[in-house]
């Protein structure tokens, strides 16, 4: 049962069409992670959604209230959307303690002094900054002040959170263990989270299921973190998560060959037979999933191998093409390193196919 | 974090249906008002300049520019600015060297001095200096002359020079304090990197510092140019009994003489087109060496700077730097406060002639304790019309951001670069009857004046704050279910009000103690404080002035304590 | 035998504070630097290696001990000898590249040779050289404020690297570029020293970028060097806890050894099937990476996989071992699902004591963590 749905929604500033068209539906108690370059339209979504900004065109519906509609005129504003938000640089207001900050949705919801004292603790406690109730944000650490927005959110909203790459401005470590937070906390309280990212790495680890939006507003696959990973739909996303390789491949005499730039090269896979059909294809290879094999009629020679401890990455010129290779520790101790200026066979395992060129294709 | 300029304006305009709301009436108001109280004077004063009776004529602008008097007056401006600016330069740069990058002893101390000169009115500096080396009765000279059988004065604060002197000493801090921000903040591998590739100490400072610190120091030199080209109270002092007039003097020496005539109040508004022609080229420059100048020298983490060794002369500086500093800072002080207690001026100043008959006779005189309440009235007053107005500005500019609000900007900022003198008598010519509203001789046209000079120090000050409160702070009172006028009134403005107070007293404080715009609005019940002490030197009771001076000065260091005390408990909390 | 380029003997530097008290930034620091060499010094804020460097540089002097640049001293506490930076004749490049915004390209790396005296003909040519070797040809009249963050960074290296001198020093210089630059800047610099043969001592925070690019490391935690090695010795035979878990991911299990077997704290039936080390102690620290556990049907500890999370070049599983949690990282195609029941092998692990160590006193001490 979708509990968040956008339909069509459409959002234009000035001459720029940000969104366009946009659908996507949030299943109840689930964390959703919206992916996306830096620009491409995801925080102008939530805007939406939460109603700091109009859309010209489309629906949004939270639960079974509809919030906005352009065509039947309806837009709830912000202040009685009920849905709690994080942002990025906290928004805590640095002239109410702890306490204020968290009880203000409820004072502005009239809820009685009594009431609001209970709760307020309750989700201290839930965030782990009980003993901080009286504090003012300057005497907080970053990631205190995060867990205070968080709390603050869930206190105009326990169904639905949204937050907006609230853990950029932290630094690694505490990343992680944010991250880590907000999950515990998620399956405890059960809360949908709406949560907005450009950090890939972020977002698969948090989510149940994970929206990719490319640079022009547009969803291009929505699907688990292994969906993602493993079969991603179109080059964009390919390349979006994680570092790629690609190779064009010619068909020459019924067989794909390589595309070296001066030269051709056998190639080692097999081509699936249902994609056989284009005259050229793009194949996508993520670093790890090229392997040394002495016996692979695909050749090249080692530039550079640097050592980065858990893997030794390698940069492999053929022909007029670089490849970028990692080989992890393990297989390092196992089956030895590649030396610099050294001649190699390289085979290539989970190749993901590509309509050439242009257009991004479907498979 | 993208759109950091978003339309905030998204904010208001949330229901559904648009509704004249809160924002619409702040912009309306906004115009309206600056449109009132800062283009009307001005418009008047180009206007008058240019108009005669209906036609335009540039009859009286050629016979103003023509004058020797005139020619003499715009000379002396010039010459006084530019030799102020550079003695003033160079004794801030050393200042700025001395307390930023040595390991000069007393910095604490030299740094509270250099304080005192932003807390107290030229002019009373200017009266004291005028005591003590008065050309033909200052005390010192006498002193010397006797001391050391000299026949003439050895000093004489009465000739262009003097006032270079005293006014070097109110401005040099406007260079010392770019100079030694400048010099603290720079990032010392900037330096480091000049001794790793082989230069010496010398040779760094020569080549790398400096060049780096130019643009601060044009910025200070600049500023006090325009400043001292706009600068009345000290000339005033100095000059006139030796007929030594700047413009701005000269301004008010032609209105006065003619007793407060239509004409005299005209042929003042043609002088004012040639002192605000020459404040607006200074401006220009202005404009153009900043523009070209700034590098980004400054880095965010707090690295000390590298701190140069004086070694040797180590405790002479130090002694040269504070004796000056007590010399410029301090004495002035003293004597008019020596000066308040003598019984008559003139008399040696030793404690058998002190009394304190003088501060009887200027609190029983009626008119001084008027001018005290006036001054009191008025700064009040401008400092809560000003700072309620100058934020209202500030917040429809920033944050809501109608078409035109360059405009409103340029309205409000406008009144800055206008010298005191010339918006006194835009005032006068609004406001004294022609327009329908006649407030001369009240306390009313000299509180639209102070409104109109002060209102860009609020909207500076307003606009600084309102910059630090992130539009997401608003935004989320918002989404926690927060109306907009909820948000403004829950967050923003408790969020605004330390810049607020302060912008406040930022007005209070040269309200209280300025001469330059009253002294050409004031009518026989509405003197301020200033005036009155101007006046009773004009008449020649120089005891009894020094004594409403030290008044003035002891309520100055009163309000500035209790400000500085506001500060600090914020500060804590 | 490699020529010693730079050596720092029993170098120590205190500081005293008004809040802290005495501080000791670098705790008796013996290393040699060998010509030709990169060499990086490795550590969390407050380790001392930005102290270090400076007082090679000469913008601190020590308070312990001496330094040796090419075999002639330059600080030393006991002779009382201090040459300042001016008058070493090293290179640096800063972190915020330093560069003079007040004068062109050229005029910034012609600064050094000007300084020197050398005429302009020479001037010309070998700043022109320098310029080529950093890809800034072409770009001598620009100002630095019209350049990208990539080639101001290029201009420091250019005004280090035109004077030819031996040592070259290099504080924290990439971490201000953007990711992918940071990476063609460290391939770059390799190349130069390749070609222009100086030797780098070489600051930074970063393990990865300091295994990428360094011929030996040192790490220092607190002031006090924990090793020093080659980045592979130091990634696979870390000498304490805090190296271990700097460089690179660590799992650290706490273990009981009992009767020559080792087990997991929290299940003392099921032996980890893991050799223990030759000194045990009945509690120890099991240290290993998350890469290096294997995860297989048939032999080791029985267990089962609790959470599986997909990352863009391995999987990441979460495995109960005992009453702890032990991450493990596959590559994609070793796939297990969540709920699956396995077998975890340690392949050759760290063993280390389980107390604090002063480093950790320490930092608690100054309060960084």
Redesign the interface.
């Known amino acids: 049962m979708s509990y968040v749905r956008f339909e069509n929604v459409s959002f234009a500033y000035g001459d720029n069409q940000i969104l366009k068209n946009f659908s996507l539906a949030l299943e109840k108690n689930e964390i959703m992670c919206l992916v996306g370059p ?2 491409c339209g995801k ?1 102008t979504l939530v805007r939406c959604l ?5 859309p010209s065109e489309g629906e949004i519906y939270v639960g079974d209230t509809c919030v906005f509609s352009s065509k039947r ?3 709830v ?9 994080v ?3 906290y ?1 805590v ?3 109410l303690t702890v306490k204020e900050n968290i009880a ?2 409820l004072r ?2 009239k809820v009685p002094k009594p009431e609001i004292d209970r709760r307020v603790e309750e989700v201290l406690r839930l965030v782990r900054m009980s003993e901080y109730i009286n504090h ?1 944000p300057s005497q907080l650490s970053g990631g205190q002040q995060q867990r205070v927005a968080i709390a ?1 959110a869930l ?2 909203s326990d169904d639905l959170v949204v937050m907006d790459e609230p853990i950029t401005n932290l630094d690694a470590k505490l990343r992680e263990q944010m991250l880590y937070e907000i999950r515990e906390l998620q399956h405890n309280m059960g809360t949908t989270v709406f949560y907005i990212t450009h950090d890939q790495r972020a977002a698969l680890q948090l989510g149940d299921r994970i929206a990719i939006m490319d640079p022009q507003g547009e969803l291009v696959q929505v699907g688990s973190d292994e969906d993602i990973i493993l079969r991603p739909r179109t080059r964009f996303v390919f390349e979006f998560i994680g570092v790629t390789n690609f190779l064009a491949l010619k068909r020459v005499d019924g067989q794909y060959r390589v595309d070296l730039g001066s030269t051709l090269a056998p190639w080692p896979a097999q081509v699936p037979p249902e994609l056989q059909n284009g005259a050229v294809l793009d194949v996508g290879i993520r670093p790890n999933d090229i392997v040394f094999d002495s016996s692979s009629p695909f050749r090249g020679v080692v530039r550079r191998a640097v050592f980065l401890g858990s893997e030794y990455e390698y940069f492999v010129q053929a022909g007029d093409k670089s490849l970028r290779i990692q080989q992890g520790a393990l297989d390092a101790s196992l089956n030895g390193i590649a030396a610099e200026g050294s001649e190699v066979g390289l085979n290539f395992l989970n190749p993901q196919y590509y309509e050439a060129a242009r257009e991004e294709g479907a498979r | ?3 950091l300029r978003r339309k905030t304006r ?2 208001a ?4 249906r648009r509704r004249v709301g809160l924002d619409s009436i702040m912009t309306a108001l906004s115009f309206v008002l600056l449109l009132v109280i800062v283009v009307t004077p001005i418009s008047m004063i180009v206007y008058h300049a240019f108009f005669h009776q209906g036609q335009f004529s540039l009859d009286l602008i050629i016979d103003q520019f023509t004058r020797d008097t005139t020619v003499s007056a715009m000379w002396n401006t010039i010459k006084i600015a530019i030799l102020v600016t550079i003695f003033g330069t160079i004794v801030g740069v050393f200042y700025a060297w001395l307390l930023g990058r040595s390991n000069i002893p007393g910095k604490k101390l030299m740094r509270f001095l250099f304080t005192i000169p932003y807390m107290f009115p030229p002019f009373l500096g200017a009266m004291a200096w005028d005591l003590l080396l008065n050309g033909r009765s200052g005390y010192l000279n006498r002193w010397l002359m006797k001391t050391f059988g000299l026949s003439s004065a050895p000093f004489n604060i009465n000739t262009v020079w003097g006032i270079v002197f005293v006014e070097l000493s109110y401005y040099f801090p406007f260079v010392f304090m770019q100079v030694v921000s400048a010099l603290e903040r720079m ?1 010392p ?2 330096e ?9 100490q010398g ?1 760094v400072i020569w ?2 510092t400096l ?2 610190v130019t643009p601060a120091i044009s910025s200070g030199a600049l500023l006090i140019l325009i400043s001292s080209l706009a600068h009345f109270g000290v000339p005033s002092i100095l000059g006139f009994s030796q007929g030594i007039f700047t413009l701005p003097t000269r301004i008010y020496a032609v209105i006065a003489r003619s007793g407060g005539s239509f004409e005299g109040i005209r042929q003042g508004a043609a002088l004012s087109i040639l002192l605000v022609a020459v404040v607006a080229l200074a401006l220009w420059i202005q404009q153009r060496v900043l523009r070209s100048g700034g ?3 400054i ?1 965010g983490k707090s690295m000390r700077p590298t701190v140069i060794n004086l070694r040797g002369a180590r405790i002479p500086l130090f002694i040269l730097a504070l004796t000056t500093l007590v010399v410029i800072v301090l004495v002035p002080l003293g004597m008019i406060f020596l000066v308040a207690l003598v019984r008559a001026y003139g008399l040696p100043l030793i404690p058998a002639n002190f009394t304190l008959a003088n501060y009887q006779r200027i609190f029983t005189a009626s008119g001084t304790l008027e001018s005290i309440k006036n001054s009191m009235i008025l700064s009040l007053s401008a400092g809560v019309i000003t700072m309620l107005l100058g934020t209202m500005v500030a917040y429809v500019v920033q944050k809501i951001r109608p078409r035109g609000s360059s405009v409103l900007e340029i309205m409000s900022v406008l009144p800055y670069s206008i010298p005191g003198t010339v918006l006194a008598i835009g005032v006068i010519l609004a406001w004294s009857g022609s327009l329908g509203l006649n407030l001369y001789n009240t306390l009313w046209i000299i509180l639209v004046a102070y409104i109109a000079r002060y209102l860009s120090f609020s909207m500076k000050t307003s606009s600084a704050a309102l910059l630090q409160v ?1 539009p ?2 608003e ?9 907009h006028t ?1 948000s403004l009134r ?2 923003t403005l ?2 605004i009000r330390p810049a607020m107070v302060s912008g406040f007293f930022l007005i209070f404080l040269p309200a209280m103690r300025e001469v330059t715009t009253s002294v050409l609005l004031y009518g026989p019940y509405t003197r301020t404080l200033g005036v009155q002490i101007y006046s009773l030197r004009d008449a020649g009771m120089m005891p009894q002035a020094s004594a409403l001076g030290s008044v003035a000065i002891v309520l100055i260091i009163v309000v500035n304590s209790i400000v500085n005390a506001l500060n600090q408990t914020r500060k804590g ?1 | 035998m490699a020529q010693v380029q730079v050596e720092l003997r029993h170098v120590t530097k205190k500081f005293t504070t008004k809040t802290l008290g005495d501080i000791v930034a670098v705790d008796d620091f013996s290393f040699q630097v060998y010509e030709g060499e990169c060499f990086s010094i490795l550590g969390p804020s407050g380790c001392g290696k930005t102290t270090c460097l400076r007082m090679i ?1 000469g ?1 601190e002097d020590l308070t312990e001990g001496e330094i040796y640049l090419s075999g002639r001293p330059v600080s030393s506490s006991k002779a009382n000898l201090y040459v ?9 490049v ?3 590249f ?1 560069v ?3 004068m062109t390209v050229f005029e910034n790396v012609a ?2 040779l000007r ?2 005296k050398v005429n302009r003909a020479e001037v010309e040519r070998r700043v022109k050289q320098a310029l080529q070797h950093t890809s800034l040809a072409g770009l001598e009249d620009v100002y630095p ?1 019209d350049l990208s963050g990539g080639q101001q960074q290029r201009i ?1 290296l250019a ?2 690297i035109v ?1 030819k001198p031996k040592v070259m020093l290099l504080d924290e210089p990439l971490s201000n570029l953007d990711p992918h630059l940071r990476e063609t800047m460290r391939f770059e610099l390799k190349e130069l020293q390749r070609k222009l043969g100086f030797t780098i001592i070489f600051v930074t925070h970063d393990q990865s970028e300091a295994m990428a690019i360094s011929d030996r490391m040192l790490v220092a935690d607190m002031g006090k060097i924990m090793q020093i090695d080659t980045p592979e010795n130091l990634y696979n035979r870390p000498i304490n806890r805090f190296v271990h878990s700097f460089l690179g991911e660590s799992t650290f299990l706490k273990v009981v050894i009992k009767d020559g077997q080792v087990y997991a704290e929290g299940d003392l039936e099921q032996p980890l099937g893991v050799a223990p080390p030759p000194d045990a102690e009945p509690e120890m620290i099991l240290a290993t990476r998350p890469n290096a556990i294997e995860i297989t049907g048939d032999t080791g500890y029985q267990s089962r996989i609790e959470t599986r999370i997909f990352l863009t070049d391995r999987t990441e599983y979460l495995i109960p071992l005992g009453s702890q949690k032990v991450k493990v990282q596959t590559p994609h195609r070793i796939a297990f699902s969540q709920g699956d029941s396995c077998r975890v092998r340690f392949v050759d692990p760290m063993w280390y004591p389980v107390e604090d160590s002063d480093a950790e006193k320490e930092r608690a001490r100054r309060q960084l963590i």
């Open positions: 830096s620009g925080t939460l109603g700091l900004n109009r005129r309806i837009n504003p912000a202040e009685r959307r009920r849905i709690g938000i942002f990025q640089d928004a207001w640095p002239h203000y949705p502005k919801r003012l603050r206190m105009t | 974090m993208i759109n998204d904010l305009v949330l229901d559904g990032d591998t900037l480091e990197s000049a001794r790793i590739a082989g230069a010496k040779t080549k790398i060049p780096l590098y980004d020298i880095k992130h997401s702070l935004e989320a009172a918002r989404t926690c279910g927060a109306s909820e829950d967050i408790p969020l909390v | 540089a913008f300042p930076p001016e008058e070493r004749d090293l290179g640096m800063f972190q915020a330093a003079w915004p007040h600064f050094p300084i020197r404020s420091a005004r280090a004077t």
